[in-house]
């Protein structure tokens, strides 16, 4: 049972353009949904993070959309880099102090120059 | 040193070995993790520790075996493991509600 689904798998997008991964999760009992990137030979670093309190969170370009009542969220990278190839993992994690991470299968974005 | 640091990076072993990873964590976190990441597979939950007591191990094979002697380190003992066991093994840390974690870069696993 995969409880938080990503997609697309894989992105290109141009310099300059708009990237946007989605996720969607079953258990309404997640209260943490953080992204993570991943460059190769790196571990997973925290990218931004939101709380289902709220709709939107923005830090700097990117951007991650909440909507609670269709148990969805997604990432939007605005003028996105080639810096910015990487693999991007959405994650959603029970409340508490279980510290359990739920991850998804991650979509490798690439930026064309 | 800062963030989490795990060695070695690499490691080749045979099916017989015995080896041992190990993760330090310099921020002061109180809860430490063991992920396995797998090519085309989500990153698993293997083990949690809290305050140095296991508290989640997910259905891990007994030839993984973690060991936390304080807050600050975490080991994985390896034994007799499987072909299907060669993956990135990575360590994270965070204080006690989980959130957020902070991850190493990883020891790449390959299994003779």
């Known amino acids: 049972q995969q409880q938080v689904k990503q997609s697309p798998q894989s992105l290109i997008v141009q310099k300059g353009g708009i990237s946007i991964i989605n996720c969607a999760y079953e258990n309404t009992a997640f209260d943490y949904f953080p992204w993570y990137q991943q460059f190769p030979g790196k571990g997973p670093a925290l990218l931004i993070a939101i709380r289902p309190d709220v709709s939107e969170k923005k830090e700097g370009r990117f951007t991650i959309s909440f909507n609670k009542s269709a148990k969805q969220f997604s990432l939007h990278i605005m003028d996105s880099q080639p810096g910015d190839s990487a693999t991007y993992f959405c994650a959603a994690s029970y409340p508490g102090n279980t510290g359990k991470l739920i991850f998804g299968q991650g979509t490798t974005l690439q930026v064309k120059p | 040193e800062t963030g989490v640091t795990q060695t070695p990076r690499h490691l080749v072993m045979g099916m017989t070995n015995k080896k041992s990873l190990k993760c330090e964590q310099h921020?002061?976190?109180?809860?430490m993790y063991w992920y396995k990441q797998s090519a085309k597979k989500p990153l698993e939950l293997m083990f949690v520790?809290?305050?140095?007591?296991?508290?989640e191990n997910n259905s891990v094979p007994s030839r993984f075996s973690p060991e936390c002697p304080n807050s600050s380190h975490l080991f994985l003992h390896l034994h007799t493991l499987q072909p299907e066991d060669s993956a990135l093994y990575l360590c994270?840390?965070?204080?006690?509600?989980?959130?957020?974690?902070?991850f190493g870069d990883g020891t790449r696993l390959s299994i003779l």
């Open positions: 520790y809290n305050f140095k007591e296991q508290t």
């Open positions: 921020l002061g976190h109180n809860a």
């Open positions: 994270a840390s965070s204080q006690d509600d989980g959130k957020p974690q902070h």
